[in-house]
T-cell receptor
Framework: ETGVTQTPRHLVMGMTNKKSLKCEQH?????MYWYKQSAKKPLELMFV???????ENNSVPSRFSPECPNSSHLFLHLHTLQPEDSALYLC??????????FGEGSRLTVL | GENVEQHPSTLSVQEGDSAVIKCTYS??????FPWYKQELGKRPQLIID?????GEKKDQRIAVTLNKTAKHFSLHITETQPEDSAVYFC???????????FGAGTRLFVKA
């Protein structure tokens, strides 16, 4: 247990569905992140929030919409996804300088 | 954009042998270099890190070396054990978690 909790752990959705991934951290960190992990690819940084403000958006398609209502919670809203979006989505948190603490991930399958 | 290259993508060693994984980075402003281990079906976890003011760091069977001039850094695992089998990711950033860019990963198999 690293103090970063992600729900749901598994999600199957159709291309027309709308769903959300949730991340919660109890470590008192100031920064939270969404990473995408696909087979045989590096961990891809999607979004970074620092003190609840988005500071990084790595050219992620608009069908992914992040939300950070407070420093402990991070959401990733999903709509009209494509099959190639199927992946493991990892949330992480960190102090402003220091290591990343990852959640267990949400395994997403888009049919 | 900035990137981190990691080699090899797969590494198989006999138990007790050493394993070496190498990475290069492109952002000369990078000053923090962590290594993460991800076991099958689990989250990545930090195993060792090094900052740019240090050339080498060791923690039991694991060591990391950094050559800032060449923008290379390496992970060395000695006396490998089956439980070392996992995917290892190198990463580089300008200051901790922010803008951490990961390498593609190395799948290490340690044969008993």
């Amino acid at each position: 247990e690293t103090g970063v909790t992600q729900t749901p752990r598994h999600l199957v959705m159709g291309m027309t569905n709308k769903k959300s991934l949730k991340c919660e951290q109890h470590l008192g960190h100031n920064a939270m992140y969404w990473y995408k992990q696909s087979a045989k690819k590096p961990l891809e940084l999607m979004f970074v929030y620092s003190l609840e403000e988005r500071v990084e958006n790595n050219s992620v398609p608009s069908r992914f919409s992040p939300e950070c209502p407070n420093s402990s919670h991070l959401f990733l809203h999903l709509h009209t996804l494509q099959p190639e979006d199927s992946a493991l989505y990892l949330c992480a948190s960190s102090p402003l300088e220091g290591e990343l603490f990852f959640g267990e991930g949400s395994r997403l399958t888009v049919l | 954009g900035e990137n981190v290259e990691q080699h090899p993508s797969t590494l198989s060693v006999q138990e007790g042998d050493s394993a070496v994984i190498k990475c290069t980075y492109s952002d000369s402003a990078s000053n923090y270099f962590p290594w993460y281990k991800q076991e099958l079906g689990k989250r990545p976890q930090l195993i060792i890190d090094i900052r740019s003011n240090v050339g080498e760091k060791k923690d039991q069977r694991i060591a990391v070396t950094l050559n800032k001039t060449a923008k290379h850094f390496s992970l060395h695992i000695t006396e490998t054990q089956p439980e070392d089998s996992a995917v290892y990711f190198c990463a580089a950033s300008r200051g901790g978690g922010f803008k951490t860019i990961f390498g593609a990963g190395t799948r290490l198999f340690v044969k008993a």
